[in-house]
């Protein structure tokens, strides 16, 4: 201790290596963990075991009309698939909506009764629609938070009165989406959601350009993407083609990202470890190199090689200890602030950052052990040094 606070710039140097390294190692580790948190949250929100599909092909007009997606379809998938718990569908068509005399393009969704169950949308304002809405043709819409602020700046849009093309409708609800959606929705920003039931008043036809099927279990996802397409082709025409596919792409793409940064970043901590671990050696050479004389008194009047050997390697590990202690510190801080800051950000709010305590320890031990292994080269030099030579040192 005393040959530490004699040169207390030196050791300060010396630790740095070990503050990043082991600051590295829990910092990796939390940017996993919020990374892998955040993904997760995000896909529950898009919907929870969730499977989109949709028509790709068809080889002319008249069969890609019979080979679109109907209600029957998707009832079909509904009472064929025991796991699937809901279904809904949606049909998108670009509009204009008009308003106290102005025009104005939206996109227009018709959605079935389930999709804001199997999506999870949050209604702000309003209702949702009611099995009376959908069995009776109700001339009802829901609009988006920013379409409805848009149209009504200064007014409740409930109850108002909007007309797109030759229908008027009644606005009952405005809503939002819980989440980003990873480009997998048909919701912009500037969107009507109606009934699905009157948009063959605009087509012609009922017909869904994607639907939804949600599963009870996370575990049994892949297995109902596999029967979902299975049903879609056995009711239509061969030639024709449909995607189906879930989330689990997604979160499995993230998972490789999150690894890969993961496993850079490890490495860097390793390097920086090493490099400390460098560092100490370095010192402690020099370090027994100007106490040889002391050292050679210690051993004159009877110390042991053990206790010189332990002397140097207790000194290398209070250094990598006391800068493993310190790098952990700062690094814990980190989410520890963030977290309080984002108390204060209401688009984070539910947002925390994890702090892995497996990580903390992991820091220390692989810190602490660094500062021992590239410590023990000069602890054993000086542990061998013979007293007579020791006493004659300059």
Known sequence: MQALRANKLRAALTM????????????????????????????????ANLIYGELISGTSQTAALADQITPADIEAVKLGIPEVVQVAGTHNLPMNVVVGGVERPINLVGVTEGFQQI??????????????????????????????????????????????????????????????????TEITRESMIVPFSLIKYYTGAEFFRTFYAQADRSEDVLAVTRQVKEILQSRHRP?????????????????????????????????????????????????????????????????????????????????????????????????????????????????????SWISVVLAFIVSCSTGLFFGYLPASRAAQLHPTDSLRYE
């Open 239 to 355: 030639a024709a083609e449909y995607r189906v596919e879930n989330l689990t792409g997604i979160l499995d793409t993230a998972r490789r990202i999150s690894m890969a940064l993961s496993i850079v970043l490890v490495i860097i901590a390793l390097i920086a470890l090493t490099i400390s671990g460098i560092g100490i050696m370095n010192i402690m050479l020099v370090t027994v190199t100007e106490r040889t004389r002391e050292i050679g008194i210690r051993k004159a009047i009877g110390a042991p090689r053990d206790a010189i050997l332990y002397q140097f390697l207790t000194e290398a590990v209070l250094i990598s200890g006391t800068g493993a202690l310190i790098g952990i510190l700062l690094a814990v801080s980190v989410p520890i602030l963030s977290n309080v800051l984002l108390r204060f950000i209401p688009d984070a709010q539910g947002i925390t950052i994890p702090v």
């Open 119 to 184: 999506r999870n949308l949050m209604i702000l304002r309003g209702r949702y629609f009611d099995q009376d809405d959908m069995a009776s043709h109700s001339k009802v819409c829901l609009l988006t938070a920013e379409l409805a602020s848009l149209m009504f700046p200064a007014d409740d849009p409930i109850s108002k009165d909007i007309r797109v093309g030759e229908l008027h409708f009644t606005v009952i609800g405005v809503f939002q989406e819980r989440v980003a959606t990873f480009g997998q």
């Open 16 to 47: 740095l290596g070990v503050i990043i390294g082991s600051g590295c190692i829990v910092l990796v580790v939390t940017v996993a963990l919020a990374g892998k948190q955040y993904i997760i949250a995000q896909i529950e929100g898009v919907g």
